[in-house]
């Protein structure tokens, strides 16, 4: 058989508890549903870190957080990637990514023949100009009024001369308020028609990359699945339950979330169906998995950074092969070996599992934590703004945080002192010194920013 085509759906923010191959009670998803019955499915699948950048660009280097330093919104990708390697084994590479931070700005072009951006949700962080982002947070915590915060933004901006940043900026925030009125999809069906259009020309083998970004927040879906789910009509914005801290509303909150979900299954079986029409599933292999889950009220969290626990880092994995073989593999696995699978004719490696996450305050240091996310109590923020790695093997996580609390989540039964023992030291030979993670990461990132203020003959702080 000639090399099979490789097509990876990344599922942004899809997390393992509520699918049904997962044990869920809802057919969140109908038609993954029905494939995993004729795929692979790894029932303990984890991501290696709980949000976007640092996740793919160990799905994209098959590196850990302290080996690529892809960890904030300012790092950029620079290692050889997957693509890149693809593209040397003879394959053609072709992505699609709905997600803002994962476009040429942030580097996960690299290695790819042709790279479309579908940015439907634009985050106003990437912009360059770091004093109009902190005026538009800081506007945001003082002044209610959206008139009143459009017109002294507009001012700063003319002093400024940003004008032409503002209008970007204006337009995007209007597109957002115009969207919370009606349904807009965050960008499945553009990225549909892509693919149905240069599949015709595409030539094989061929890898493609997928970023649907439907299941993300604000949570969105059209009115007749709103109903089927009993979701709110309103799009949810997920941090806005962490700022009032809502529990009585977390039924809701699951109900917006699974309507999304629901919603990314009708795109998904649109997409298969596109490479059925044109004849390729004979000779096509279909890897669907996650970036990272998403909290929805679980230890006071909602959403994803912030922490390590299971709802944020267990994710589906499912792998679709052209000659329907099933089978349930128990064993752990992570995004990290899903890089080397892809390199190694899937052939699944023996790799420990280790995630790792550097804190709140790591995704950006264009604004402090206060206007970021205003309103969110301090003890959170502190919490959630520290170095944290974890381990899991046989269903027993552990997690070490800097504050050294010690955390051990267990999936069924307990854990024995001895299993306990094992995991803490692995984790510390590979960790390491837990308190200098984040030092070393920053003072990482000072060096690098100072020098490339030398090369362009400018010195710009970072932090």
Do not use: C
Not at 261 to 275: M, P, Q, R, S, V
Not at 346 to 363: C, R
Not at 436 to 443: A, G, M, P, S, V
Not at 447 to 462: A, M, P, S, T, W
């Amino acid at each position: 058989m000639s090399q099979p085509n490789i097509v990876l759906v990344i599922m942004d923010t899809v997390r393992a508890k509520n699918l049904p191959m997962y044990g869920y009670q809802r057919n969140t998803m109908p038609f993954l549903n029905k494939i995993s019955k004729k795929s692979i499915l790894y029932e303990n699948a984890y991501s290696n870190a709980p949000w976007t950048i640092p996740s793919h660009a160990t799905l994209f280097t098959g590196k850990n957080q302290s080996e690529h330093y892809v960890i904030g919104i300012e790092d950029k990708l620079r290692t050889e990637t997957l693509a890149e390697k693809m593209k040397r084994m003879g394959y053609h590479t072709f992505g699609v990514s709905n997600n803002p931070l994962i476009t040429a700005l942030t580097g996960f072009d690299k290695g790819f023949d042709k790279f479309y951006s579908i940015i439907e949700q634009k985050n106003e962080l990437l912009s360059e100009d770091e004093t109009l982002i902190k005026k538009i947070f800081q506007l945001r915590t003082y002044e209610k009024s959206f008139i009143k915060r459009v017109f002294k933004l507009f001012v700063f901006s003319v002093r400024r001369k940003k004008v032409k940043e503002f209008i970007k900026i204006l337009l995007s925030r209007i597109a957002s308020r115009i969207r919370n009125t009606s349904f807009h999809d965050k960008g499945a069906n553009k990225t549909n028609k892509i693919i149905e259009k240069e599949i015709k020309t595409l030539k094989q083998p061929f890898f493609i990359f997928i970023n649907y970004l439907e299941a993300h927040s604000p949570y969105d879906a059209p009115k007749r699945i709103k109903k089927m789910f009993n979701a709110p009509q309103d799009r949810v914005e997920i941090v806005e339950f962490m700022r009032e801290n809502h529990t009585k509303d977390l039924e809701l909150i699951n109900n917006a979330y699974d309507a999304g979900l629901y919603y990314l299954d009708t795109k998904l079986k649109e997409l298969y169906y596109i490479f059925k029409k044109n004849n390729l599933l004979k000779n096509t292999i279909f890897i669907f998995t996650s970036d990272h889950g998403e909290f929805l009220g679980e230890h006071g969290y909602f959403g994803h950074e912030l922490d390590l626990y299971p709802e944020v880092i267990k994710i589906p994995l499912i792998i679709k092969f052209p000659n329907n073989k099933h089978t349930h593999i128990k064993k752990e696995v992570s995004l990290k070996d899903v890089y080397f699978m892809i390199l190694n004719n899937f052939k699944l490696s023996q790799k420990n599992i280790f995630i790792e996450y550097y804190g709140l305050d790591t995704f950006t240091t264009k604004i402090p934590l206060s206007l970021r996310y205003r309103g969110i109590k301090k003890d959170i923020l502190k919490e959630t703004s520290q170095y944290m790695a974890a381990t899991i093997e046989n269903g027993v996580e552990l997690i070490l945080r800097e504050d050294g609390e010690e955390i051990v989540y267990v999936n069924n039964g307990t854990a024995s002192t001895e299993e306990i023992s094992i995991l803490r030291q692995r984790l510390l030979k590979e960790v390491g010194k837990i308190k200098l993670k984040r030092t070393h990461y920053f003072n990482r990132k000072r060096l690098i920013n100072k020098l490339r203020g030398i090369k362009h003959g400018k010195n710009r702080n970072l932090r």
